[in-house]
């Protein structure tokens, strides 16, 4: 998608895998997403452990997709080999994960200025203002729900929102 066209939905978007290989979002087509900035150095940090559990628990409702992030506190220095390496170690992350993207200011992804622009998406104006930022996509490609970083990926009001 070049920059000047409008994005109609998140499967609009095509980014890089962790590994460097491209994703276009359309291959999600008809799941439920869960987009998450992450970041390996954060006290939310641990979340990944419910992201796994998550994936594995309720994929079939939903499919989480990890992009870590080194906008706040400078919390995700690492390299995307750092970065997965320290994912699958500590929480034997199998969820997909990204390349380490910007989600927040002037640099911000296309992806992350689409999801925080209700003149896009057509949902909400809320941005990732720190780590483990979550949004809930439906099954068309579109923002459902924003949660902040302290709504567990567990939690029953996001479990709720998914069987909607």
Known sequence: MSETTAASSVYD???KSIEGRDVPLRQYQGHKLLIVNTASECGYTPQYKELEELHRQHGGQVTVLGFP???FGGQEPGSDAQIASFCEKNFGVTFPLFSKVSVAGPDAAPLFRYLGSKAQNGVTDEKP?????KY???ETGHVQAFYPSKVNPLSEELLTALRK
Not at 129 to 133: G, V
């Open 69 to 71: 992030a080194n906008n």
């Open 136 to 138: 809930l996509i439906d």
């Open 129 to 133: 203002n720190w780590n483990f930022c």
């Open 13 to 15: 978007f095509t980014l």
